[in-house]
């Protein structure tokens, strides 16, 4: 008999490798992955391999407020004071904030309905010493009511291929944002945050960085939806820097959610 566990975590990805384990030829036997860290210390836990599934992969430098994970495990953990206990296994760089015993058909990947995702630019004529690992350093042309105007039109459902970095072939290209804004948070700081039922291989940060073309250029926002329709990466703009991301929030059903028991 084994129990299911859904773990709500945050990491710093800036020293990680992203999510998931790689083949140690690709980044080099001292770079590790948020997956690998997390399996070793549930691992030494419950003194057998445990295997982690999250909601989706964050690439190289890419952080999570909340990412999504579930595992399976040997013996009931409600006697386990699991965060905790997982504490003295990890790096500083990744916490469990939540934990809960969750039923058998629940899957961080599969169960999904939605993610948000926030990107942070800082605009400032000087780089951002304390803030560097964390957001996009941008001292050029800023337009925020351009910004907006192209973020509204990229909400919707559309076959979003030409913001699709080359990675692992899918069935279909197409998918739903329900709500993409642009908002200011101090003089030089500003979030992107991006709504929708899924994403493609670096979907967000091509789309950060193609709206960044849109305003260097002074191309008009409606131009964003005959660029959709060409599903030509190559037309669209370059990939923003990945410390500027984060996975804010995923999102599954009420009913699902209500058969979690957290612990």
């Known amino acids: 008999m084994t129990f299911r566990l859904k773990l709500k975590i945050a990491y710093d990805g800036t020293d990680f490798c992203g999510w998931q384990k790689q083949n140690s030829s ?11 860290q997390l399996e070793s210390a549930i ?9 982690c599934n999250s909601s989706g992969r964050t690439d190289a430098g890419v952080h999570a ?5 579930h595992c ?15 504490k003295s296994s990890l790096p500083t760089s990744i916490a469990v904030k939540k934990v809960w015993l969750a039923p058998d058909d629940f899957h961080s990947l599969f169960s999904c309905e939605a993610k948000t995702y926030r990107y942070v630019v ?7 010493v304390f803030l560097n690992r964390y957001c996009l350093w941008y001292p050029h042309k800023f337009d925020l009511e351009r910004l907006n105007r192209i973020s509204k039109l990229i909400e919707g459902t559309h076959d979003f291929k ?6 692992t072939e899918l069935a279909s290209t197409v998918r739903t944002v329900f709500k993409a804004k642009w908002t200011q948070k101090s003089k030089y700081l500003y979030h992107f945050e991006i709504t929708g039922d899924g994403f ?12 960044f073309l849109f305003c260097k250029d002074s191309i008009e926002p409606g131009e964003i939806i005959n660029l959709i329709k060409m599903q030509d990466r190559t037309l669209a703009g370059w990939t923003a820097a990945p410390q500027g991301l984060f996975l804010k929030k995923v999102y599954y059903s009420q ?8 612990i």
């Open 65 to 69: 407020l909340a990412q999504i994970v």
């Open 122 to 128: 800082h605009t400032g004529p000087t780089p951002p």
């Open 72 to 86: 399976d495990v040997p013996r009931d953990p409600r006697g386990i004071k699991f965060a905790w206990a997982l």
């Open 255 to 262: 009913e699902l959610d209500k058969r979690c028991l957290q």
């Open 200 to 211: 493609l291989k670096q979907m967000v940060r091509n789309i950060v960085g193609t709206q």
């Open 162 to 167: 030409c913001f699709q970095s080359r990675g």
């Open 26 to 36: 690709t980044y080099g036997k001292a770079v590790s992955s948020v997956q690998e």
């Open 43 to 51: 691992s030494k836990l419950f003194h057998q391999p445990i295997q």
